[in-house]
């Protein structure tokens, strides 16, 4: 199975001759989608019983391409192999089934007409539908919020469980918690309370992520603000691990202590931090920072990378080691801290009025290119500094403690039951 | 017959295109609140592998498992679209803001 995986993946690169050649020769009990464990032979049959035309139909009644997304290619020339030329992958994808318009025609549209609730945008743009669907009132609301900064009024119900109660849901319905540990950094006080929260609540699960910080699993719904308003006490906030927005700045030890180091890596990363957590983006954004060229804090694979030389930082930016593997791109070198939290802030900015919603840096960046989004964020040193000041303005709604509030009382229902029935009288 | 009735709350409990949930012995129950104020009850378990509906986006009179995104029909609790599966609705009364669901609940749960 795996290797007709791998196989299928290898010939996605291109290069062959027929590019449907080697998806034809496959055998119909090859996987290709390994997420949901489905065939050749079961995606083709239902293209050809079902008379399917295109790829959401494909994934909606095979799985196939439904999870992960890195079979859609092989699913996409299974499609083209079956019916021929009628599919046409390239043709503009509307948002979701509720509208014709796709991404960039909405969020345009957003702008230029003013459009500053979910409901506003509905009328105007003609949904098909009363109050969208699970699709598209998740990307209106990171529009909105992006583009009308302290105008927009955020949709709690437009938004994914994860991001309306600021936590991880798991697939037995508990959540996870991550508290921010910035940089990396934590202290002898923060993991005593960690643990004395692990112990009070009875929380299964303590690991430590590959971000740098810690995931308490098995959190009850109903015991979240309790388990929050602990952390908030020992000085830790919401670690936005379910965002679509700043995750994690990864660092090395730097200066601090290693004997390589050439800048302050940490203090760099904690800085960086502290600047940009709260922000809303397209999708998760991930950064690290080394202290230098040896790479311990892993950079070239980020959302946004900083390697420490001795005359600077190098910021690269563009990376994926996810779904997809991919080393970052170089963006630019920048000779002081100040120098390089703008450019980065620039970039963010950029990316948070041009990304499509869930579309990761490296895909945003491979959309655009890489030479425009340097014309903006490096060359034009006017551009870069209103796209940092739009940022830095927007970061004024945006940081606020979700974990705190919700300790404060906001939100309530999400936490607690409408009514508990016991037994019956009867029945005992 | 008639229906008997337990008060469970308000209306202004539940956001609009939102959901709250009762405890009973035997599971739990999403009450959903639609963008109309049409109040719907089903028992809080996606067939798929067991999701917590109450936790999903509502829109329309559908909503969408928090898990792996199949949408639920708050009406007949049909999936919607080609999955196959189904959850049990319950009989729910709105008078004015307060709201009632039928005194069958827990022994309806109970008897699956
Ligand atoms: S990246 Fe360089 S400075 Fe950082 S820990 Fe590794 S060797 Fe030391
Ligand atoms: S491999 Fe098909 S969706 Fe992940
Ligand atoms: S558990 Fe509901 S869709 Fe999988």
Redesign the interface.
């Given at each position: 199975m795996r290797d007709t995986l791998i196989l299928g993946q290898a010939f996605r690169g291109g290069g062959a001759v027929d590019p449907l050649g080697a998806v034809v020769a496959l055998t119909d009990d090859a996987e290709i989608c390994g997420c949901n464990g489905v065939c050749k032979g079961k995606i083709t049959g239902a293209i050809a019983a079902k008379g399917l035309t295109s790829l959401d139909d494909v994934r909606a009644h095979t799985k196939a391409s439904n999870s992960c997304g890195t079979c859609t290619g092989l699913v996409e020339k299974l499609i083209m192999a079956t019916i021929g030329d009628s599919y046409n992958p390239a043709a503009l994808q509307p948002m979701c089934k509720c509208t014709d318009l796709g991404h960039d025609e909405i969020r345009r549209l957003i702008v230029a007409k003013g459009l500053k609730s979910i409901p506003a945008v509905m009328q105007e743009l003609e949904w098909t539908t009363s109050c969208g669907c699970a699709k598209c009132r998740p990307a209106l609301n990171y529009y909105l919020i992006a583009d009308w900064p302290g105008e927009y009024e955020d949709d709690a119900q437009s938004r994914f469980i994860n991001e309306r109660v600021h936590a991880n849901i798991q697939k037995d319905g508990t959540f996870s918690v991550v508290p921010r540990m910035w940089g990396g950094i934590t202290s002898p006080r923060q993991l005593r309370a960690i643990a004395d929260v692990a112990d009070k609540f009875a929380i299964p699960t303590v690991k430590v992520t590959g971000g740098q910080r810690i995931d308490l699993l098995g959190v009850r719904k109903e015991d979240l603000p309790a388990v929050w308003a602990d952390l908030n006490a020992a000085g830790m906030v919401s670690g936005a691990a379910y965002a679509k927005g700043l995750g994690t700045v990864k660092t090395c030890v730097g200066s601090d202590w290693c004997r390589f180091g050439t800048q302050d890596s940490t203090g760099l990363g904690v800085r960086l931090e502290k600047f940009l957590w709260g922000s809303w983006t397209p999708a998760k954004v991930k950064l690290a920072v080394s202290g230098c060229p040896r790479n311990c804090a892993e950079a070239t694979c980020k959302d946004i990378g900083i390697i420490c030389v001795d005359s600077g930082f190098d910021v690269v930016f563009a990376g994926a080691a996810g779904i997809e593997i991919k080393g970052t791109e170089p963006l630019c070198h920048a000779n002081s801290e100040d120098e390089t939290v703008e450019i980065i802030a620039a970039l963010i900015e950029l990316y948070r009025e041009q990304g499509r919603y869930l579309e990761r840096i490296y895909k945003w960046a491979a959309r655009v290119g890489i030479a425009s989004i340097k014309a903006h964020v490096v060359e034009d040193l006017s551009k870069r500094r209103l796209l940092y000041e739009r940022f830095v303005f927007s970061q004024g709604f945006a940081q606020v403690d979700p974990w705190q509030e919700r300790v404060n009382g906001k939100h309530a229902h999400e936490f607690a039951a409408m009514a508990e029935f016991g037994l019956p009288q009867a029945a005992e | 017959m008639t229906e008997e009735w337990?008060e469970?709350?308000r209306l202004s409990?539940?956001?609009?295109?939102?959901a709250?949930?009762?405890?009973?012995?035997f599971g739990?129950i999403a009450?959903f609140r639609t963008?109309?104020d049409a109040v719907f009850a089903l028992e809080d378990r996606c067939p798929h592998?067991?999701?917590?509906l109450s936790?999903?986006?509502?829109?329309?009179t559908?909503v969408?498992c928090?898990?792996?995104?199949w949408?639920f029909s708050l009406e007949t609790g049909q999936v919607q679209?080609?999955?196959k599966g189904q959850v049990q609705t319950f009989a729910i009364r709105r008078d004015q803001d307060r709201l009632f669901i039928t005194a069958s609940?827990?022994p309806a749960i109970a008897a699956e």
């Amino acid at each position: 199975m795996r290797d007709t995986l791998i196989l299928g993946q290898a010939f996605r690169g291109g290069g062959a001759v027929d590019p449907l050649g080697a998806v034809v020769a496959l055998t119909d009990d090859a996987e290709i989608c390994g997420c949901n464990g489905v065939c050749k032979g079961k995606i083709t049959g239902a293209i050809a019983a079902k008379g399917l035309t295109s790829l959401d139909d494909v994934r909606a009644h095979t799985k196939a391409s439904n999870s992960c997304g890195t079979c859609t290619g092989l699913v996409e020339k299974l499609i083209m192999a079956t019916i021929g030329d009628s599919y046409n992958p390239a043709a503009l994808q509307p948002m979701c089934k509720c509208t014709d318009l796709g991404h960039d025609e909405i969020r345009r549209l957003i702008v230029a007409k003013g459009l500053k609730s979910i409901p506003a945008v509905m009328q105007e743009l003609e949904w098909t539908t009363s109050c969208g669907c699970a699709k598209c009132r998740p990307a209106l609301n990171y529009y909105l919020i992006a583009d009308w900064p302290g105008e927009y009024e955020d949709d709690a119900q437009s938004r994914f469980i994860n991001e309306r109660v600021h936590a991880n849901i798991q697939k037995d319905g508990t959540f996870s918690v991550v508290p921010r540990m910035w940089g990396g950094i934590t202290s002898p006080r923060q993991l005593r309370a960690i643990a004395d929260v692990a112990d009070k609540f009875a929380i299964p699960t303590v690991k430590v992520t590959g971000g740098q910080r810690i995931d308490l699993l098995g959190v009850r719904k109903e015991d979240l603000p309790a388990v929050w308003a602990d952390l908030n006490a020992a000085g830790m906030v919401s670690g936005a691990a379910y965002a679509k927005g700043l995750g994690t700045v990864k660092t090395c030890v730097g200066s601090d202590w290693c004997r390589f180091g050439t800048q302050d890596s940490t203090g760099l990363g904690v800085r960086l931090e502290k600047f940009l957590w709260g922000s809303w983006t397209p999708a998760k954004v991930k950064l690290a920072v080394s202290g230098c060229p040896r790479n311990c804090a892993e950079a070239t694979c980020k959302d946004i990378g900083i390697i420490c030389v001795d005359s600077g930082f190098d910021v690269v930016f563009a990376g994926a080691a996810g779904i997809e593997i991919k080393g970052t791109e170089p963006l630019c070198h920048a000779n002081s801290e100040d120098e390089t939290v703008e450019i980065i802030a620039a970039l963010i900015e950029l990316y948070r009025e041009q990304g499509r919603y869930l579309e990761r840096i490296y895909k945003w960046a491979a959309r655009v290119g890489i030479a425009s989004i340097k014309a903006h964020v490096v060359e034009d040193l006017s551009k870069r500094r209103l796209l940092y000041e739009r940022f830095v303005f927007s970061q004024g709604f945006a940081q606020v403690d979700p974990w705190q509030e919700r300790v404060n009382g906001k939100h309530a229902h999400e936490f607690a039951a409408m009514a508990e029935f016991g037994l019956p009288q009867a029945a005992e | 017959m008639t229906e008997e009735w337990t008060e469970i709350g308000r209306l202004s409990d539940i956001p609009r295109r939102g959901a709250r949930c009762l405890g009973t012995p035997f599971g739990r129950i999403a009450v959903f609140r639609t963008v109309d104020d049409a109040v719907f009850a089903l028992e809080d378990r996606c067939p798929h592998k067991g999701g917590p509906l109450s936790d999903g986006i509502v829109h329309g009179t559908s909503v969408t498992c928090p898990l792996h995104n199949w949408v639920f029909s708050l009406e007949t609790g049909q999936v919607q679209g080609p999955d196959k599966g189904q959850v049990q609705t319950f009989a729910i009364r709105r008078d004015q803001d307060r709201l009632f669901i039928t005194a069958s609940i827990i022994p309806a749960i109970a008897a699956e």
